[in-house]
């Protein structure tokens, strides 16, 4: 990386200084205000959620008053004692001056949606809902009376039964349903207690539905959406359809989420390090770690647990309450420019008087380390003038050494090219040896038969025609050797490995059958791949004279696997012979590089090798068998049958 020049660094120097200055000052201003306004969101969004929860509170603890002052009704009374008479001339006067009642009820508390008696079957035989009594259907219900509808096996209802005299049970907040209808009504609490005959016994539930827009609009109504907002969430572990739902929010469509099948709850919107307290906790307030935004919570149960109840949450939105820091930033950073500008103009005025005779012996030994034949021209007597002359010296050395030491590389290159091409030939005669046997052998026993006068045509056409074959296979082995060293690109076509490898088999099933080795072949159906055939064929007979000479004569196993998997094709060449040494297994297709006795040799099969699947796509790979021997696993692309 370049250095900074000495101008730079004075520049650097002043402005970290300037700008060191700032930073505090601005750390300092901007920390203690932006404390100060989130204390006092804080104790604000605090407030604000005692004040709301308070309201809960309220409404739930009216609700209870009314509906143990609707119990308390003359009406109520003397219908409960015509039901236990069983009298019908006394029980249809009594029950609908109950509904009366109950509609007087209605009409001067407009914060109640309904309210009914409903016997201890579940019958319900008086409602008024929203200012209209209701009318009871025939007795064939299950009631002498008839019935608006039965609640029997509601869940609500089954709870409330087993409650005391004057106690009172709250249902779950829930939006409402018009019985046989599909739209939603507003959200609203069932209050429930039980009312008992004159001898003990229970008569059946008292049941009033609240609405709860009162809570709904105070709490939508408590921040705008620039200061923030607000939500009640349901604490209720044991209930996990309604664990974390919201119950009012100021986006609507959260609401109730476990009824109108949006599935929305508070866990999808925050994070577990926040809503964990939340439901665990009475009150707190957290910090968003998204947003930075503030969160205080409140917790009230109108059903006197604290693992189900209602928990408000008041977010305060971090831009709003930070927002008078926007001017405190503005003033500092028109200051900060000011003054910054200042430092750079000084900077500069000192920069160049001091740095142009530097630059000029910078910018010369750029030019040198580029071009070793410049020099920096610089006429001055002080030191930057030795400086520039002591570099041009140097640099007049360099290019003569430089000169000398490219012709020593060259003739060691050309050096190391004649040994190469030495060790390729031999490579090449070790390469050609089997195909060149077995071309001599064909001849030899043509030859004998054309002596004996034994002449089969149809013999001579297969032995020749054998041996065009090994001579194309000679030219194979050549061109592979040819395209390793030079890097030419193959021919790739799709073809059979299977086939490639019976070949391969019976090219060396000679040397195998001489050295008393036992080759097999696990034969599958035809498995294509893409690559060149004849550098294919070259890299599996490599790979089996190597194994037919690493195993024990009379007693060796070579082996050979194909399969097809994940877009290519392995081959497995497994002997059972000693193996290769862990220190050998990172050497072995280093070009030249052989295990082999001296002259046994050259080190290039595996090399070559290596070459031909680099070029092809594919590769090769070495490990160690499992009761001894090696596995050379050679994977290729696989190929397609069009």
């Given at each position: 990386?370049?250095?900074?020049?000495?101008?730079?660094?004075?520049?650097?120097?002043?402005?970290?200084?300037?700008?060191?200055?700032?930073?505090?000052?601005?750390?300092?201003?901007?920390?203690?205000?932006?404390?100060?306004?989130?204390?006092?969101?804080?104790?604000?969004?605090?407030?604000?959620?005692?004040?709301?929860?308070?309201?809960?509170?309220?409404?739930?603890?009216?609700?209870?008053?009314?509906?143990?002052?609707?119990?308390?009704?003359?009406?109520?009374?003397?219908?409960?004692?015509?039901?236990?008479?069983?009298?019908?001339?006394?029980?249809?006067?009594?029950?609908?001056?109950?509904?009366?009642?109950?509609?007087?009820?209605?009409?001067?508390?407009?914060?109640?949606?309904?309210?009914?008696?409903?016997?201890?079957?579940?019958?319900?035989?008086?409602?008024?809902?929203?200012?209209?009594?209701?009318?009871?259907?025939?007795?064939?219900?299950?009631?002498?009376?008839?019935?608006?509808?039965?609640?029997?096996?509601?869940?609500?209802?089954?709870?409330?039964?087993?409650?005391?005299?004057?106690?009172?049970?709250?249902?779950?907040?829930?939006?409402?349903?018009?019985?046989?209808?599909?739209?939603?009504?507003?959200?609203?609490?069932?209050?429930?207690?039980?009312?008992?005959?004159?001898?003990?016994?229970?008569?059946?539930?008292?049941?009033?539905?609240?609405?709860?827009?009162?809570?709904?609009?105070?709490?939508?109504?408590?921040?705008?959406?620039?200061?923030?907002?607000?939500f009640l969430v349901e604490r209720n572990p044991a209930s996990p359809e309604r664990h974390g739902i919201y119950l009012f929010h100021q986006n609507e469509a959260c609401q109730f989420g476990n009824q109108t099948g949006t599935e929305i709850k508070v866990f999808q919107d925050f994070p577990p390090s926040v809503t964990s307290s939340w439901m665990k906790e009475q009150e707190g307030v957290a910090i968003d770690p998204r947003s930075g935004d503030i969160l205080a919570h409140r917790f009230y149960s109108p059903f006197g647990s604290d693992t189900r109840g209602w928990v408000l949450v008041v977010k305060a939105s971090r831009s709003f309450f930070l927002s008078p820091l926007a001017t405190i930033r503005e003033q500092i950073t028109l200051w900060g420019v000011v003054v910054?500008?200042?430092?750079?103009?000084?900077?500069?005025?000192?920069?160049?008087?001091?740095?142009?005779?530097?630059?000029?012996?910078?910018?010369?030994?750029?030019?040198?380390?580029?071009?070793?034949?410049?020099?920096?021209?610089?006429?001055?007597?002080?030191?930057?003038?030795?400086?520039?002359?002591?570099?041009?010296?140097?640099?007049?050395?360099?290019?003569?050494?430089?000169?000398?030491?490219?012709?020593?590389?060259?003739?060691?290159?050309?050096?190391?090219?004649?040994?190469?091409?030495?060790?390729?030939?031999?490579?090449?005669?070790?390469?050609?040896?089997?195909?060149?046997?077995?071309?001599?052998?064909?001849?030899?026993?043509?030859?004998?038969?054309?002596?004996?006068?034994?002449?089969?045509?149809?013999?001579?056409?297969?032995?020749?025609?054998?041996?065009?074959?090994?001579?194309?296979?000679?030219?194979?082995?050549?061109?592979?050797?040819?395209?390793?060293?030079?890097?030419?690109?193959?021919?790739?076509?799709?073809?059979?490995?299977?086939?490639?490898?019976?070949?391969?088999?019976?090219?060396?099933?000679?040397?195998?059958?001489?050295?008393?080795?036992?080759?097999?072949?696990?034969?599958?159906?035809?498995?294509?791949?893409?690559?060149?055939?004849?550098?294919?064929?070259?890299?599996?007979?490599?790979?089996?004279?190597?194994?037919?000479?690493?195993?024990?004569?009379?007693?060796?196993?070579?082996?050979?696997?194909?399969?097809?998997?994940?877009?290519?094709?392995?081959?497995?060449?497994?002997?059972?012979?000693?193996?290769?040494?862990?220190?050998?297994?990172?050497?072995?297709?280093?070009?030249?590089?052989?295990?082999?006795?001296?002259?046994?040799?050259?080190?290039?099969?595996?090399?070559?090798?290596?070459?031909?699947?680099?070029?092809?796509?594919?590769?090769?790979?070495?490990?160690?068998?499992?009761?001894?021997?090696?596995?050379?696993?050679?994977?290729?692309?696989?190929?397609?049958?069009?």
């Amino acid at each position: 990386m370049r250095r900074l020049k000495i101008g730079q660094k004075l520049l650097a120097t002043l402005l970290a200084l300037t700008l060191f200055s700032l930073l505090t000052f601005y750390l300092l201003i901007i920390g203690s205000t932006e404390k100060i306004l989130r204390e006092n969101a804080t104790r604000q969004v605090r407030q604000l959620a005692a004040k709301s929860t308070q309201e809960l509170q309220s409404l739930a603890e009216n609700s209870s008053r009314t509906l143990l002052a609707a119990t308390a009704a003359p009406d109520l009374g003397r219908f409960l004692r015509a039901l236990e008479s069983r009298d019908p001339r006394r029980m249809e006067p009594a029950l609908s001056r109950l509904e009366l009642t109950f509609l007087d009820f209605q009409k001067l508390d407009k914060s109640l949606q309904a309210i009914r008696f409903v016997d201890s079957e579940g019958n319900v035989l008086v409602k008024v809902r929203e200012g209209e009594i209701l009318p009871r259907k025939p007795a064939s219900q299950g009631s002498a009376l008839g019935a608006v509808h039965s609640l029997r096996g509601r869940e609500f209802f089954t709870g409330a039964l087993a409650l005391p005299k004057g106690s009172v049970a709250v249902s779950n907040m829930e939006r409402g349903r018009v019985e046989e209808e599909e739209k939603w009504c507003p959200a609203l609490v069932r209050f429930s207690t039980p009312v008992f005959f004159d001898e003990g016994r229970l008569a059946g539930l008292v049941i009033i539905n609240v609405w709860a827009e009162t809570a709904g609009s105070t709490i939508n109504r408590l921040l705008s959406a620039e200061e923030g907002s607000a939500f009640l969430v349901e604490r209720n572990p044991a209930s996990p359809e309604r664990h974390g739902i919201y119950l009012f929010h100021q986006n609507e469509a959260c609401q109730f989420g476990n009824q109108t099948g949006t599935e929305i709850k508070v866990f999808q919107d925050f994070p577990p390090s926040v809503t964990s307290s939340w439901m665990k906790e009475q009150e707190g307030v957290a910090i968003d770690p998204r947003s930075g935004d503030i969160l205080a919570h409140r917790f009230y149960s109108p059903f006197g647990s604290d693992t189900r109840g209602w928990v408000l949450v008041v977010k305060a939105s971090r831009s709003f309450f930070l927002s008078p820091l926007a001017t405190i930033r503005e003033q500092i950073t028109l200051w900060g420019v000011v003054v910054v500008a200042l430092a750079v103009g000084a900077a500069l005025f000192f920069a160049r008087s001091l740095t142009k005779p530097i630059r000029a012996v910078v910018e010369g030994t750029e030019r040198i380390g580029r071009d070793l034949s410049r020099r920096i021209d610089l006429d001055s007597r002080d030191e930057l003038g030795s400086l520039a002359s002591g570099i041009n010296e140097l640099a007049a050395t360099l290019e003569k050494n430089l000169d000398e030491r490219q012709k020593v590389e060259e003739k060691i290159r050309h050096a190391d090219k004649l040994a190469s091409i030495g060790e390729m030939a031999a490579g090449l005669a070790h390469e050609l040896n089997t195909p060149l046997s077995n071309i001599n052998a064909l001849a030899t026993l043509a030859r004998k038969e054309v002596e004996r006068g034994e002449c089969d045509r149809r013999t001579i056409a297969r032995d020749l025609a054998d041996i065009s074959s090994q001579t194309a296979r000679c030219s194979g082995i050549v061109s592979g050797l040819l395209s390793f060293a030079r890097r030419q690109e193959p021919c790739i076509t799709c073809l059979d490995t299977v086939r490639v490898v019976q070949d391969a088999l019976a090219l060396v099933g000679i040397k195998a059958k001489q050295k008393g080795v036992s080759l097999r072949f696990f034969e599958t159906e035809p498995v294509l791949a893409r690559g060149d055939e004849q550098q294919l064929l070259q890299v599996f007979i490599n790979l089996l004279v190597n194994a037919i000479d690493a195993v024990d004569p009379g007693k060796g196993i070579v082996a050979v696997e194909t399969a097809r998997g994940d877009g290519s094709v392995r081959i497995r060449f497994i002997d059972n012979g000693a193996g290769i040494a862990a220190e050998q297994m990172g050497k072995i297709f280093d070009p030249f590089y052989t295990t082999k006795e001296v002259g046994a040799g050259t080190g290039l099969g595996l090399s070559v090798s290596y070459g031909i699947l680099a070029a092809l796509g594919g590769e090769i790979g070495v490990q160690p068998a499992p009761n001894g021997g090696s596995i050379f696993t050679v994977t290729i692309p696989e190929g397609s049958g069009q």
